[in-house]
């Protein structure tokens, strides 16, 4: 797996965009970047998933830069139930669970909305 | 929304005792995980099961033990449970390709 380098925590006010970086600069072609947040000590939710085109969903916003070095997850209006722990994991697609699939989750960013 | 259950929620038992966590999904999924979790830690991946019949170890070296005789169902089990075994367990289940269902998480304490 490539590695992702996140923020540790972030803050953002209620209402605001929320826009949530990582850094992926040994990112090889195959792989696709994904999002993930775990509320509390809940099990993690999938957000959204990108190869190289920008994607949008209902949840969120992911924008990649052209060389696939970089994303960005952009929560357009946060709540304060986006207070999470977002995980961003670089992986071939199909292979997202872990071991001889690759997929590892880090440390995350810790996004704090603040009222 | 996703159908993945996991029970018990909560369990707090005694060294040496046999402990089983149960992990059910309605999606049909064959790929099925095992995740740990420590308190403010990172999840590390335990087991996983590529379908009935098999199953795998996972990066973190683990004393637990996972079954797949059916497709809807990922037991994971300890044999006699000690403290260090202390945890959160999370049960995931997917398609081929597709993204990760988490349950509710399995909060084992082991005094």
């Known amino acids: 797996d490539a590695k992702t380098t996140q923020p540790p925590s972030m803050d953002c006010a209620e209402g605001r965009a929320a826009n949530l970086p990582c850094n992926h600069s040994?990112?090889?072609?195959?792989?696709?970047v994904y999002w993930y947040r775990q509320i509390h000590s809940q099990g993690p939710q999938y957000i959204i998933h990108?190869?190289?085109n920008n994607e949008t969903n209902e949840m969120a916003s992911l924008i990649i830069t052209e060389d696939r070095k970089s994303s960005t997850l952009i929560l357009p209006h946060a709540t304060l139930r986006d207070t999470a722990v977002y995980y961003c994991?670089?992986?071939?697609?199909?292979?997202?669970?872990?071991?001889?699939?690759?997929?590892?989750f880090g440390k995350g960013t810790h996004l704090i909305i603040q009222p | 929304e996703a159908d993945i259950y996991q029970t018990p929620r909560y369990l707090v038992i005694g060294t040496g005792k046999k402990i089983t966590l149960e992990c059910s999904q309605t999606?049909?999924?064959?790929?099925m995980y095992w995740y740990q979790q420590d308190p403010g830690m990172e999840l590390h991946l335990i087991h996983y099961?590529?379908?009935?019949?098999?199953?795998e170890k996972g990066d973190l070296s683990s004393e637990s033990t996972v079954s797949r005789i059916r497709t809807e169902h990922f037991p994971l089990t300890l044999e006699s449970a000690r403290p260090s075994h202390t945890s959160q367990y999370l049960c995931?289940?997917?398609?081929?390709?597709?993204?990760?269902?988490f349950g509710e998480g399995s909060r084992l304490t082991v005094l």
């Open positions: 995931a289940s997917s398609e081929v390709g597709g993204e990760l269902f």
């Open positions: 040994t990112i090889s072609g195959n792989e696709y």
């Open positions: 990108g190869l190289k």
């Open positions: 994991i670089v992986s071939p697609y199909g292979q997202v669970g872990g071991g001889a699939d690759g997929l590892t």
């Open positions: 999606m049909g999924h064959d790929k």
């Open positions: 099961s590529y379908g009935v019949n098999s199953t």
